[in-house]
Nanobody, 124 residues
Framework: QVQLVESGGGSVQAGGSLTLSCKTS??????MAWFRQVPGKEPEGVAFIGSLGSLGNKAYADFVKGRFTISNDNKNILYLQMNRLKPEDTAMYYC??????????????????WGQGTQVTVSS
């Protein structure tokens, strides 16, 4: 049974940092990503890591480049280190896993499994 469970969200002031974790079970050889969503908007891709984990390719949305880092422990935990947080980073953050690559990592359709989300709130 596949499970993705996020943790690490919370409230922080602008300029602060948070690290999100996504503990997985039942996955092998999947690529993964972090998405975020605010009410009334579509989820947007934040960061991607290939199926080789930290040995493979990574990608970031332009709006987080240089501030966020995706990584994993090469076992079953995916991380998102978020630095220099901004109020516009406020969202529900989800981890997602997929097995069939597509042309655009930020498209939701590439991902089969999703976690329940963890809320990040950044105050100014």
């Amino acid at each position: 049974q596949v499970q993705l469970v996020e943790s690490g969200g919370g409230s922080v002031q602008a300029g602060g940092s948070l690290t999100l974790s996504c503990k997985t079970s039942g996955l092998s050889g999947f690529f993964m990503a972090w998405f975020r969503q605010v009410p009334g908007k579509e989820p947007e891709g934040v960061a991607f890591i290939g199926s080789l984990g930290s040995l493979g390719n990574k990608a970031y949305a332009d709006f987080v480049k240089g501030r966020f880092t995706i990584s994993n422990d090469n076992k079953n935990i995916l991380y998102l280190q978020m630095n220099r947080l901004k109020p516009e980073d406020t969202a529900m953050y989800y981890c997602a896993a997929g097995s069939i690559y597509g042309p655009d990592w930020s498209q939701r359709g590439m991902y089969t499994y999703w976690g329940q989300g963890t809320q990040v709130t950044v105050s100014s």
